[in-house]
């Protein structure tokens, strides 16, 4: 029997010591307010210490974000793209209210928590928008980088000019008529290449141009070529810059000789395709831009 009472002695024992030992603790703060007090002081002068540091990194963090501002209008510029004014900047967000403040009482504490959920507010909706305005300047770089593979620029064959863009005598009629493309004198089966991306629209005979082939680059964008030897694409093929198309001819009627006809142009008006090539790079002796040559 005693082994049994021994465990329950022991319980009684533990328990008896808690509830005193509580007992004690409550009586000491309650008699000693003093304590209590410096805890919390404590703990209040931490919290504030905490919030200032947090305040101020809030701070650096709103420089670091008109810093990327700065960036992204000049990528703005690079892509071609109208900067944000600080004013457009500004819409809806509001200004920055950092200022340094040591608060003394419940009152400015509790006003310096607001100013510090004011602060997180503002830089949460400023960078949202530089996100915004990043997501506008990628797609913006993207869809240049597909203007820039598009766009005719580069001679699409190895040869001459001849008759330029504009008005001249026709050669057989003999009348001032407008000449809507460049001419290049080539004899017979000399390699034609696509000047940009873009899709075969056309691919046959034409009325006056003979062996014909029409490239929709996108964007506005189309190149013809005509008085064709061979055709060596199909209507609806995806070509690329410096893919081989056709072979120049001399087919269709009011040709003078072999030549190719090649017309640039945009939203239907035609543009002088010399505006459009680079002179200074040549395709031909860098075959690493020509897609298949023969």
Do not use: C, W
Not at 49 to 66: G, Q
Request: net charge positive.
């Amino acid at each position: 029997e005693a082994k049994n009472i021994l465990p329950i002695v022991i319980s009684l024992f533990i328990i008896f010591t808690l509830i005193f030992s509580g007992t004690l603790f409550g009586i000491y703060y309650v008699f000693n307010p003093e304590s209590q007090v410096y805890i919390l002081k404590s703990r209040n002068s931490t919290l504030k210490k905490e919030l200032i540091l947090l305040r101020e990194r809030y701070a650096t963090f709103s420089n670091e974000l008109k810093k990327l501002a700065v960036k992204n209008n000049e990528l703005r510029l690079a892509v071609n793209l109208d900067p944000i004014t600080l004013e457009d900047r500004n819409i809806g967000i509001g200004g920055s209210i950092f200022e340094f403040m040591q608060p003394s009482n419940a009152n400015e504490f509790s006003f310096f928590v607001s100013m510090i959920k004011e602060d997180v507010e503002n830089i949460t909706a400023k960078l949202n928008f530089e996100q915004e305005n990043y997501a506008v300047i990628k797609k913006k770089l993207e869809q240049n980088q597909k203007l820039f593979e598009a766009l005719p620029a580069i001679k699409p064959i190895e040869a001459a000019y001849s008759d330029y863009f504009g008005m001249r005598l026709h050669p057989i009629l003999k009348i001032p008529k407008m000449h809507n493309g460049l001419d290049f004198i080539a004899k017979v089966g000399t390699p034609v290449y696509s000047p940009g991306s873009g899709k075969i629209t056309f691919a046959g005979r034409k009325p006056g141009l003979g062996q014909t082939i029409e490239i929709d680059h996108g964007f506005g964008y189309k190149t013809i070529f005509g008085h064709l030897s061979e055709i060596r694409v199909k209507i609806g093929q995806n070509i690329t810059r410096g893919f081989l198309i056709a072979k120049s001819g001399n087919s269709g009627e009011f040709t003078t000789g072999p030549h190719l006809h090649y017309e640039v142009r945009h939203k239907g008006i035609a543009l002088n395709p010399q505006n459009f090539i680079f002179d200074d790079i040549n395709i031909f002796k860098n075959s690493g831009l020509l897609k298949n040559p023969i």
